[in-house]
Every structure is written in C-alpha cells, then in structure tokens.
C-alpha cells in the first residue's frame, strides 16, 4: 500500500491549517494514498513555536475540525494521522488523532514530557498501538524518540510500521540537530526490526527529518528540509533477511519472548 507524510510550516491560525491538511489529504488522495501522516500540533499550532500557550487555542473550532476531517477520512477512504492539542475535561494533551475511514477517531497521547510540553500538557496513558489498514501501527510523537524504551514497547506489540510526528524547529540553522535525529529514527528502527515514517514542520528550520526508513535503518525517501511537500512510498510486509531475523531472535531472548 502507500504512504505519506506531509510537511509544511504550522501557523497560529487553526483556519489557515487545516486548508492546508486538507489540500494534501486531496492531494494525496489523487496518487491513492491508503496512509498519511502530518507533524506534531499541526493543526492547532504548538507551544513557544507557532503560538504562545494554550490560552490563544479555541478547542471548539479544533473540536468542529476534527469532526470535518474524519468525513473527509471517509470520503477518500483514507487514513490519517494528525497532531493537535486537545482539551479533554479540565486536561490538555499533546494528541496524535488517527483517523480510519468508517472508524470512530482513536488517539495517542503525547507521554515524554519535558520544557515546554510539561508547562503546558498532561501526560498521556495509552500505548498508541492501532490496527490501519490492516497493518499493526505504533505511534510515537518527538522527544519519545531519544528514548529506546518507547519503542521497546512497540517490538513487543510486533508493529509492522512505527509512526513519529515531529515539531521540532529552530530559529537559526542547526544541521548536526537534524543529522542526530536522523540517525536516532534509523537506530530506532534498526533495533526495532520495524520500519519508521517520520514528518515535521518545516519552519523556521526544520531539525528533525520527514522520510521513510527501512527495517534495517536504509533510508528509502527522504524530503528536502525547509520545503512543503508531500512524500509517498511505498509500503509493504517483508520477510527478514539473516540479520533481522539474527536481531529479532536476540531481542526476543533478551526480553524474555523465547527460550535460547
């Protein structure tokens, strides 16, 4: 099947953002899109980047644009992934909505917290483990991917495809930011034996990629920073070659998922 991601630079304006999703979503759809994923709060704006904190956010509109997105998930028969801030109750959380067309919205919710994100979010308490297309998808949103143990959590799901929403921006050029997190999104799916679609927002300077790794950490597709655009590839269960198969069978045993 095919999937995408779709970067772009999030504003303030909630308006404004959700065109822009929609236009891709549209867009995608024309090259037959089954998955695709947008950045981290890219509908709503995030935190001390695009807006100021969550008092500027109206949860209502965001409430209303969700509910139009997932009409626009069943009309394409497409799935989605998309980042907002989300109230719930007296709680604001960092959320991943996974929209699956037919499907009530499901959610991840954002549990590394740290800065920024502490000041201003709840943690979450899900796994973030969906079933989409009938593939098993694990869900993780930026700063989770400096930590192994998140996606330790996703091999014992046996994932067949891990997705990380980033919005990790600079205000000046910081080339060697973007080349670790790079490299930790290629160590993640190397030790992983899984796949890895990762998308960020592109302004002021993108610091995170937005591409498609393979299981042993190749890199398939990759955009070019700092630029809208949308990338497909495509996506489909393989079998392992000798070393995966080598790290799956060490990894099992290591956590305890089979006798040596």
């Not at 024309?30 to 509908?43: I, T």
């Not at 799935?79 to 719930?88: A, N, Q, R």
């Not at 959380?93 to 009530?104: D, E, K, L, Q, Y």
């Not at 796994?127 to 700063?143: E, L």
Request: charged share 25%; glycine share 6%.
């Amino acid at each position: 099947m095919k999937i995408a991601a779709y970067q772009f630079a999030v504003s303030d304006d909630i308006q404004k953002n959700y065109c822009i999703i929609k236009k891709a979503i549209y867009e995608a759809s024309k090259q037959e899109v089954s998955l695709l994923v947008f950045p981290e709060c890219c509908l709503s704006g995030y935190p001390h980047e695009s807006i100021a904190n969550n008092d500027s956010i109206d949860f209502k509109l965001v409430d209303t644009l969700l509910g139009e997105l997932q009409t626009v998930s069943d009309e394409t028969k497409m799935s989605l992934v998309i980042g907002t801030i989300f109230k719930e109750g007296n709680c604001v959380f960092n959320r991943a909505v996974v929209f699956r067309p037919g499907m009530p919205m499901a959610s991840y919710d954002k549990r590394a917290l740290w800065g920024w994100d502490e000041e201003n979010f709840a943690k979450g308490n899900n796994p973030g483990v969906f079933k989409i297309n009938g593939i098993t998808v694990g869900i993780r949103i930026c700063f989770e991917v400096r930590f192994p143990e998140y996606f330790r959590e996703l091999y014992m799901e046996n994932t067949d495809l891990n997705i990380i929403l980033f919005f990790d921006v600079t205000d000046d050029e910081n080339t060697d930011r973007y080349n670790l997190i790079k490299a930790h999104l290629q160590t993640r799916a190397v030790e992983n034996v899984c796949p890895i679609l990762s998308v960020n927002a592109i302004e002021p300077f993108q610091t995170a990629p937005t591409m498609f790794v393979g299981k042993s950490g190749q890199v398939i597709a990759e955009c070019n920073r700092n630029q809208e655009n949308l990338l497909v590839c495509n996506f489909e269960k393989t079998d392992l070659n000798f070393g995966e198969k080598g790290r799956r069978t060490l990894s099992d045993e290591l956590l305890g998922l089979r006798m040596k």
